[in-house]
């Protein structure tokens, strides 16, 4: 089992940044591809990033590239999530998600082991 945690959500101004963490706690975290999800209300869980087992590959959805950064220490056991320049429109509950696997983990949720449970993130214009 891995158990994971999110935080640092928040309500920020567009234009502004935040910065979410993901600590996890169980199993060898190094295993695990990590991904990034967010869900609005009314709509599906959307993929936002991943990032492989040892940090090296990543993995970004069109409509945060190049906006938001994914990384990850291994010897801390979390994940990250910085948000740079953001949008009325990346506002949503962000989740972080586990998947055994040594590659970059992709943006299919159900191929995702292991789920927080969610930290919310508001934007306002």
């Known amino acids: 089992q891995v158990q994971l945690v999110e935080s640092g959500g928040g309500l920020v101004q567009a234009g502004g940044s935040l910065r979410l963490s993901c600590a996890a706690s169980g199993r060898t975290f190094s295993g695990y591809a990590m991904g990034w999800f967010r869900q609005a209300p009314g709509k599906e869980r959307e993929f936002v990033v991943s990032?492989?087992?040892?940090?090296?590959?990543?993995f970004y959805a069109d409509s945060v590239k190049g906006r938001f950064t994914i990384s990850r220490d291994n010897a801390k056991n979390t994940v990250y999530l910085q948000m740079n320049s953001l949008k009325p429109e990346d506002t949503a509950v962000y989740y972080c998600?586990?998947?055994?696997?040594?590659?970059?983990?992709?943006?299919?949720?159900?191929?995702?082991?292991?789920w927080g449970q969610g930290t919310q993130v508001t934007v306002s214009s």
């Open positions: 990032i492989s087992w040892n940090g090296v590959g990543t």
């Open positions: 998600a586990a998947r055994y696997d040594y590659g970059l983990g992709g943006s299919n949720p159900r191929m995702y082991d292991y």
